[in-house]
């Protein structure tokens, strides 16, 4: 029997939470922390109002806070969801019938939250052939995280703009990816293998600067202050105007002092079920290939949580 992996998410972050607020309020400043913030966008147009693979998420002293965006187009939600109180949600636009050889999800969203986390997730296409034993395919997806304790808050998301994993969760390659966080500088790259990146870049970017036409910045990735930010592309000043036209796989977190939340466990490997939603049905196989119901998720994330108290995840050898 299939579960959904977003409660399972939401519990896991909660429960991380749990572990490494005790040694938080050991430094705890005087006055509560601000709130933790994450913000993802696999693709925007602005001036079109239209977003596609969409996430953000919050928490403060209340509860969490957190919305995902499969398409927003011309400024009405074609498939989106978002709540600012607890529990979790989660849909699409359009899904095949769960059955054994092909799963579809187009404009697929899920959000959760629990009291001082909140995730969000979007993406605009999920293809999965064979229960993820075979391969799954994502196109323009993002996930936000971000959690909150009286002495720290933390923010991070991931944007990737295709996903590809095959032989059961035994080879994943992304192509064009964007991730930041509130304690760390971001980090863009061109393409990974399992885990093996080429053209990495954490720095200020480049820029192409035809005024009054058009500018653009390119695989810029920054850090500062508590927040983060990196974009694979970023285009702005067209024509005469002024301000952000469009951007490609825009990532950023805001918080002070917390844990990096674990964003790569909120892209699973997974897409399709009639009535469940596509982020939480038949064929929700994370990234190990394995099928993992809700509670697993959940005991998974606490794991995680617990490494992520002690600085371990996700630490990337300084450049050479």
């Known amino acids: 029997m299939t579960k959904s992996w977003l409660p399972g998410v939401v519990t896991g972050l909660a429960a991380a939470l749990a572990l490494v607020t005790g040694s938080a309020a050991a430094v705890a400043a005087t006055s509560p922390a601000p709130p933790g913030s994450a913000s993802g966008e696999a693709a925007a147009v602005n001036p079109a109002d239209t977003c596609v693979g969409c996430s953000s998420a919050s928490a403060s002293s209340d509860t969490g806070h957190r919305s995902g965006t499969g398409i927003h187009a011309a400024g009405n939600d074609v498939s989106a969801g978002h709540d600012d109180g607890g529990g979790s949600s989660h849909g699409q636009a359009f899904a095949l019938p769960s059955n054994p050889v092909l799963d579809l999800a187009v404009g697929s969203w899920a959000a959760g939250a629990a009291p001082g986390a909140g995730v969000g997730k979007g993406s605009l296409v999920d293809v999965d052939l064979g229960k993820g034993q075979v391969v799954a395919i994502h196109g323009?997806?993002?996930a936000s995280a971000a959690t909150w304790s009286s002495g720290w808050s933390h923010g991070g998301s991931e944007s990737n703009g295709?996903?590809?994993v095959g032989a059961g969760g035994r080879v994943t390659i992304i192509v064009l990816h964007s991730e930041a966080s509130s304690d760390q500088t971001g980090l863009v790259y061109v393409i990974s293998v399992n885990g093996l990146m080429l053209g990495e870049t954490a720095g200020p970017g480049t820029g192409l600067d035809a005024h009054p036409i058009i500018a653009v910045l390119l695989l810029q990735a920054l850090a500062g202050g508590g927040?983060?930010?990196s974009t694979v592309g970023d285009v702005h000043d067209v024509v005469g105007t002024t301000g952000r036209a469009g951007v490609v796989l825009a990532t950023?977190?805001?918080g002070q002092g917390g844990a990096s939340p674990?964003?790569?466990?909120l892209?699973?490997?997974v897409t399709s079920s009639?009535?469940?939603?596509a982020m939480g049905g038949a064929s929700s196989v994370p990234s190990t290939g394995a099928e993992i119901g809700a509670g697993a998720a959940g005991m998974l994330l606490v794991a995680l949580g617990a490494g992520l108290a002690l600085r371990t995840l996700?630490?990337?050898p300084p450049a050479s």
């Open 162 to 164: 295709l996903r590809i």
């Open 314 to 316: 996700r630490r990337r």
């Open 262 to 265: 674990p964003i790569t466990a």
């Open 227 to 229: 927040s983060g930010s």
């Open 267 to 269: 892209l699973p490997t």
């Open 140 to 142: 323009l997806e993002s």
């Open 252 to 254: 950023q977190g805001a």
């Open 274 to 277: 009639p009535g469940t939603g």
